[in-house]
């Protein structure tokens, strides 16, 4: 009996000590940051060091196996450069030609942002990472905020979900938690994207039955929720479905990023406005 | 000393093997081993540790890691009262305890922070963490007694 009275007082004990500190927490966000500092700088520090050595190693062997077979194709390539510095003469001319074409297009792509590139350290790490996310090697000493865009050449990717001194957690446009204002290139017709937690496939909610949309038709960022640019690609329609008992169209899109192979990422970072007077008053 | 690198040592093995084997907890078992040491001062300050690191790198809101280590503590120490502990059956019906611990952590927290998450993929680590508990928990307690202690008594 007296067992049961002191377990029962240790589960009241522990349930208001766990009661007591996510209060806490979800008022101060102290424990949070604090986690989020010494976990997330820990993995990396724990990691980065590792992955680096990996690479090293690998890269030896490689390079070791790779010798062996130099010899022959030194041979051979000896025999191919001279071909090629013929056939390169043309090519330079076009380079050239390329180079004062773009000069003369100013490509400027999303004004007032900045881009901040970034390394993917790593996927899914331990249980208590259930949303598709990953871990990039920059965090807040680099600039990095919480839901700052983040996109690859191809499209966007997320946003990020959170930041230590220098990593961060970036949460994929995939994920079933992730909404992202989206505009279709040609017809403008306007909708959200939600993740669907598969890589191939999300989709656009929202739309509205007589909206037109054509398959294949690029859905970019509208710029409408602020935290991302407008005019980042974002997928690519894939299906139409028109349900007569609904007011909205039922898209399936795929993202124009792969997912799969994510090894460099791109971090928007807005310019700070009041820096740039300041420059411009100098 | 001997014991403070061979806890550094676990924690720097355990997020190497978190990279690299999704959805398994490599840092309960080795807080189990702790508690059957009755090292507790040693158990709180790794248990806090690995929960920072837990909650840390993870991407679901804070709370659900300390939730599930302080249930898995309890039972412990609640199972401690009719079992013996140092034995595979013990470490067995520990493992489906905290299996169901993570399970309900899970479910409170994504419930209260109104976040969507992947029912298989939760219901995979429970699997997952059932299974390699026990063999992480073995692994730890060999080692463990061949390195620091010199005994090995598993069964």
Known sequence: MEKIKFLIRWIILLFIIYLVLITWNSKTHTLENFANNMGLEFVGAVLYPGKWLKFQVSQFWNDYIELRKVREQ?????????????????????????????????????????????RVLCYRLGPSNLLNSFVIDIGSRQGVQKDM??????????????????????????????????????HRTKGILQGLDSTFELVVTYVPITSPLDVGEVFLTSGLGGIFPKGIPVARTVKIENDPTSLFKKIIVRPTANFSHIEEVLVLKRHNLSSNKSKEDK | MKELCWWIFITILGVFFKDWLTGIDFFLPALILCYQK??????????????????????????????????????????????????????????????????????????????????????????????????????????????????????
Request: hydrophobic share 50%; net charge positive.
């Open chain 2, 38 to 155: 009755k090292n507790f001062f040693c158990a709180f300050f790794l248990g806090i540790i690995w929960i920072l690191i837990q909650e840390g790198s993870g991407d679901i809101p804070f709370g659900a890691t300390l939730l599930w280590y302080m249930a898995v503590s309890f039972f412990y120490f609640f199972l401690k009262q009719f079992l013996a502990t140092n034995n595979l059956i013990f470490i067995t019906i520990l493992s489906f305890i905290s299996s169901c611990s993570y399970y309900v952590s899970i479910w409170i927290i994504s419930s209260l922070q109104e976040i969507v998450v992947d029912q298989y993929l939760v219901y995979s680590y429970c699997i997952k963490q059932f299974f390699l508990f026990p063999v992480l928990w073995a692994i730890y307690f060999y080692l463990y007694h061949r390195i620091i202690s010199k005994k090995i008594n598993l069964f």
């Open chain 1, 74 to 118: 030194n041979k051979k390539l000896i025999q191919e450069i001279k071909k090629l510095k013929i056939q390169e003469i043309p090519l330079k001319i076009k380079a050239q030609e390329w180079e004062r074409l773009r000069r003369l297009l100013k490509f400027k792509p999303l004004q007032g942002w900045d881009f901040l590139g970034a």
């Open chain 1, 149 to 186: 865009p983040v996109l690859t050449p191809d499209g966007l990717l997320g946003k990020v979900l959170k930041t230590s001194l220098d990593f961060s957690t970036v949460l994929l446009i995939s994920d079933s938690n992730s909404r992202v204002p989206v505009i279709s290139r040609i």
